[in-house]
């Protein structure tokens, strides 16, 4: 594998910052709940550059591959503080881009969750976050998105609130879940997540393993599932983010700093804002719920479920909020997932 890749990446055209015709060595690296595959490539003069290979044979891989490159290029061209992308063979589905290293946000938080360090770049996050949202919603193309082009009902009944359902609750947990009150209620969210202009781009995964440091700046990867959404939408994924537990006044602090964001391109009325907030952030922890169980259990990825119960804790307060009376079964069932969870040792 390692001299043929070698061959792809020296066939792309020479780029500012990387020379891929230099390139010597190939190093693998490890993915979190990808079936990507990562390399670190080193040229002859020292210069790295990430090389990403989708797996063979995988058609839909191959339309990621593509999104990677056309959104990457896209976010690059406004500003957006991603890596930069090099070249891309279309054949191969090998896209080349800037290595920004090994360094997360997660493992900052890990470093020192308190520190005005972790703050910072917090802020850094939310502010660029705002700016990626509105700017890059303009001439983001359909065509680009490999996934769906919209975050809409349909996907929030299927593939959030039913990812739970199925990977969860059923298949991990062993819950008879369902009933018409629960799907009642799962719609009525749908219902009001949909009702939040979606204009924006979304990048549908936006948390702090999937943020990198470098020189104490944040650059945002793993954004090939972007498409057209509601801003709330990756706020409420980074604040609920069970990798970094952030406390209650950081989360509201940054909310305040985003809105500012937001506002310096467009007026956002707050107390709308919020209220889609929770909706979407319902929806999110659901979706959080169901690849944890999905990545743990069906592709053996035991990191993932050190994060289950910090999630579904996550679920349990935002359920307890004013805002989310009106779904008792979804309540009660996250109740009794909790009451599963602890009885699983191995978690």
Same mark, same amino acid.
């Given at each position: 594998?390692?001299?043929?890749?070698?061959?792809?990446?020296?066939?792309?055209?020479?780029?500012?910052?990387?020379?891929?015709?230099?390139?010597?060595?190939?190093?693998?690296?490890?993915?979190?709940?990808?079936?990507?595959?990562?390399?670190?490539?080193?040229?002859?003069?020292?210069? @790295?550059?990430?090389?990403?290979?989708?797996?063979?044979?995988?058609?839909?891989?191959?339309?990621?591959?593509?999104? %990677?490159?056309?959104?990457?290029?896209?976010?690059?061209?406004?500003?957006?503080?991603?890596?930069?992308? !090099?070249?891309?063979?279309?054949?191969? &589905? #090998?896209?080349?881009?800037?290595?920004?290293?090994?360094?997360?946000?997660?493992?900052?938080?890990?470093?020192?969750?308190?520190?005005?360090?972790?703050?910072?770049?917090?802020?850094?996050?939310?502010?660029?976050?705002?700016?990626?949202?509105?700017?890059?919603?303009?001439?983001?193309?359909?065509?680009?998105?490999?996934?769906?082009?919209?975050? =809409?009902?349909?996907?929030? $009944?299927?593939?959030?609130?039913?990812?739970?359902?199925?990977?969860?609750?059923?298949?991990?947990?062993?819950?008879?879940?369902?009933?018409?009150?629960?799907?009642?209620?799962?719609?009525?969210?749908?219902?009001?997540?949909?009702?939040?202009?979606?204009?924006?781009?979304?990048?549908?995964?936006?948390?702090?393993?999937?943020?990198? +440091?470098?020189?104490?700046?944040?650059?945002?990867?793993?954004?090939?599932?972007?498409?057209? &959404?509601?801003?709330?939408?990756?706020?409420?994924?980074?604040?609920?983010?069970?990798?970094?537990?952030?406390?209650?006044?950081?989360?509201?602090?940054?909310?305040? +700093?985003? #809105?500012?964001?937001?506002?310096?391109?467009?007026?956002?009325?707050?107390?709308?804002?919020?209220?889609?907030?929770?909706?979407? %952030?319902?929806?999110?922890? $659901?979706?959080?719920?169901?690849?944890?169980?999905?990545?743990?259990?069906?592709?053996? *990825?035991?990191?993932?479920?050190?994060?289950?119960?910090?999630? $579904?804790?996550?679920?349990? @307060?935002?359920?307890? *909020?004013?805002?989310?009376?009106? !779904?008792?079964?979804?309540?009660?069932?996250? =109740?009794?997932?909790?009451?599963?969870? *602890?009885?699983?040792?191995?978690?």
């Amino acid at each position: 594998m390692g001299n043929d890749l070698v061959n792809i990446i020296r066939r792309l055209a020479s780029c500012p910052g990387f020379d891929p015709g230099a390139v010597e060595c190939v190093r693998p690296l490890t993915p979190d709940g990808s079936l990507r595959r990562f390399f670190r490539v080193r040229a002859r003069d020292g210069a @790295t550059a990430v090389a990403v290979l989708p797996p063979p044979g995988d058609d839909a891989a191959m339309r990621e591959a593509h999104a %990677a490159w056309q959104i990457g290029r896209h976010l690059a061209g406004c500003g957006v503080p991603v890596p930069v992308p !090099y070249g891309f063979e279309p054949v191969s &589905g #090998l896209l080349l881009c800037e290595d920004l290293g090994d360094r997360r946000l997660h493992d900052v938080v890990l470093e020192d969750p308190d520190s005005g360090r972790v703050r910072t770049l917090y802020r850094q996050a939310v502010t660029e976050l705002a700016r990626m949202q509105v700017l890059s919603g303009r001439g983001l193309e359909p065509a680009w998105c490999w996934d769906g082009s919209r975050y =809409d009902r349909a996907l929030m $009944l299927e593939r959030e609130s039913g990812y739970f359902v199925q990977a969860l609750c059923r298949d991990l947990l062993g819950l008879d879940a369902g009933g018409r009150a629960l799907t009642a209620e799962f719609e009525a969210l749908a219902d009001a997540a949909s009702r939040a202009p979606a204009g924006f781009f979304l990048h549908r995964d936006f948390q702090s393993r999937n943020i990198m +440091v470098r020189d104490d700046r944040i650059f945002f990867i793993d954004f090939q599932a972007g498409r057209f &959404g509601p801003l709330a939408y990756d706020l409420a994924s980074l604040l609920i983010d069970p990798y970094a537990g952030l406390d209650r006044g950081l989360r509201d602090e940054l909310v305040s +700093v985003y #809105l500012d964001a937001v506002n310096r391109h467009l007026p956002y009325d707050r107390q709308r804002f919020m209220e889609e907030f929770l909706v979407l %952030a319902l929806q999110r922890n $659901l979706q959080i719920l169901g690849a944890f169980a999905f990545l743990s259990q069906r592709r053996q *990825k035991r990191f993932f479920r050190a994060y289950l119960r910090p999630a $579904l804790a996550g679920l349990q @307060t935002l359920l307890a *909020k004013p805002g989310a009376a009106g !779904y008792p079964a979804l309540r009660q069932l996250a =109740d009794q997932c909790d009451r599963q969870l *602890k009885e699983l040792h191995d978690l």
